[in-house]
């Protein structure tokens, strides 16, 4: 049976022949110039024959390495033509230099057109090189540890010590790429054109233009591909290789909808604590690319959501993620909607069993989706902070009973709202920063939500001797 690819992957064997051969071809005649060498004149058309066919078979293993698709893009396009332009220079050569033949009547000549036979075979070497061992591979011996000269082996994750500090790119989206992408998106292939390995590459796009629209996460092709169900042939990475986390989605997610910058902190490009608490896991000793962050979601496994749907939400800029796969849990983010939250929470009613973390910080919320919201029984986090809900809206909360983070940090609520979270027996994280909720009214709302941690903003409860709220707070476990 004839097999195109395992023909093609002796092509980086066969191309040693050509190269070693024409340049000894191009070395015999310059030899020539020396009365002791002369007698071996007649080798060199034999020598430039060899050379000439088995540039012939480089280029035919070449041709059909390339069909097998693993490579691709302009660097392999370049190498391609200068290879078959080489074999090309050296069949002419070939035939002009035997005896008879054009150049093999002047010696200068032929000296002349062994110059252009070799660079043609260097260019091509150098460009060949460039494929299998990454861009400007030549010099990267030259600098002791130069970032791009690391050679990546896709399999280690540095953990960083503190996520806060950490440079967003080069500690953390940077290396999730090159644990998880590079080896089909980088120097060595570039599946559909695309190299992922440094910032220009990943800004130039692939085939089919840019992969990523800074601020714009659930517009990239690129974050796209990785919310596919991973059957979908065009989910990333592929099925069979090692899949991204929860902590990289929401870091990549994160990441591009921050305005994928590329030299900035995390603290300075600037994250909340609920995205926080999920990257803390890139943190400390255990955190490597295989250790993922597991949230507590509940025991039970839900049915898959309607594929059509996520789809048709992904397309109004709803940036939907799998929290965990296997049980069919889903977390949505509405930050970058095309239109009003309150018609798209609507829309979003058929995931109420699946939905369990709702994201909508910022956004034109107002008491009106909040009976949607009210809708998503399931919910464990929501943000609504910094929206136009009152504490009308937050009576439609009351039905949230496995809540267990809120925020609602600068929203227009009074202690009138916090009362419906009464019932919220499972509420551990509360904020309440920069709402109208006033300082006579503290104690009181301390003691409604006594086993939840409340951020205040920078209220301290007073001390009183009466108070047993607070020896519970601190209590010792
Ligand atoms: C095992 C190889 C492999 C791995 C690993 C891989 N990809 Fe791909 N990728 C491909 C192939 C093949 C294509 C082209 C076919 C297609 O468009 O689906 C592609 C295409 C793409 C495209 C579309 C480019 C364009 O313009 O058409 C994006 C974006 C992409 N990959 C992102 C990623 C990201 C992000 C990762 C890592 C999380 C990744 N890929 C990991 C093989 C891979």
């Known amino acids: 049976m004839f097999n195109a690819s395992l023909i093609g992957n002796l092509h980086p064997a066969i191309v040693h022949l050509p190269i070693g051969i024409l340049v000894l071809a191009g070395l ?12 071996g004149a007649p080798l060199i058309p034999l020598i430039t024959a060899i050379g000439a066919l088995t540039a012939i078979l480089a280029c035919i293993t070449g041709l059909l390495l390339e069909s097998s698709g693993e490579y691709d893009g302009d660097a392999v396009t370049r190498h391609k033509w200068s290879g078959l332009i080489t074999a090309l220079i050296a069949s002419t050569y070939f035939v002009a230099r035997r005896k008879g033949g054009l150049l093999g009547m002047f010696p200068n000549r032929a000296r002349l057109g062994s110059l252009v036979m070799l660079a043609s075979v260097s260019i091509t070497g150098h460009w060949g090189g460039d494929l299998t061992h990454g861009s400007g591979f030549l010099w990267k011996g030259m600098y002791p540890t130069g970032k791009d000269g690391s050679e990546s082996n896709g399999s280690t994750f540095r953990p960083v010590a503190d996520v806060l500090q950490a440079k967003a790119y080069q500690d953390l989206v940077g290396q999730v790429m090159t644990t998880k992408c590079v080896s089909c998106h980088g120097p060595s292939k570039q599946k559909g054109g695309l190299r992922l390995d440094d910032q220009s590459q990943i800004l130039n796009g692939g085939k089919n233009g840019i992969v990523i629209t ?4 659930a517009n990239s092709e690129l974050l ?17 290789k090692p ?10 997610e994160w990441w591009i909808s921050k305005g994928a910058d590329f030299n900035k902190t995390v603290k300075e490009i600037g994250i909340d604590d609920s995205t926080l608490s999920i990257l803390r896991i890139y943190q400390g000793e255990q955190a490597t690319a295989s250790h993922t962050y597991e949230p507590l979601v509940p025991e039970e496994n839900v049915p898959d959501a309607d594929p059509a749907l996520l789809e048709k939400l992904r397309t109004q800029g709803v940036v939907i993620l799998p929290i965990d796969p296997a049980k069919g849990y889903l977390m949505a983010n509405l930050i970058n909607v095309s239109r009003p939250v309150d018609s798209i929470l609507i829309d979003m009613q058929p995931l109420s069993d699946q939905l369990i973390w709702l994201k909508l910080s910022g956004s034109d919320l107002t008491d009106a989706g909040c009976k949607q919201i009210s809708g998503f029984r399931r919910l464990i986090r929501l943000q609504v902070d910094q929206t136009r809900i009152t504490d009308a809206g937050m009576a439609e909360f009351s039905k949230l009973i496995s809540l267990e983070r809120l925020n609602l940090a600068g929203d227009s609520i009074t202690f009138q709202g916090l009362l419906h979270l009464k019932a919220m027996k499972s509420l551990s994280t509360l904020n309440i920063w920069n709402t109208r909720i006033s300082n006579e009214d503290m104690p009181e709302v301390f003691s409604l939500l006594s086993s939840a941690k409340i951020d205040t903003g920078g209220y301290k409860l007073p001390f009183l001797d009466t108070d047993t709220m607070i020896m519970k707070d601190t209590r010792k476990k």
């Open 243 to 252: 899949q991204l986390s929860l902590q990289d989605r929401t870091l990549i």
């Open 224 to 240: 796209k591909r990785l919310l596919l169900p991973p059957e979908d042939e065009h989910h990333m990475p592929p099925k069979e």
């Open 214 to 217: 800074p601020g714009f996460a």
């Open 28 to 39: 015999l005649e310059w030899l020539m110039l020396f009365r002791r060498f002369r007698s």
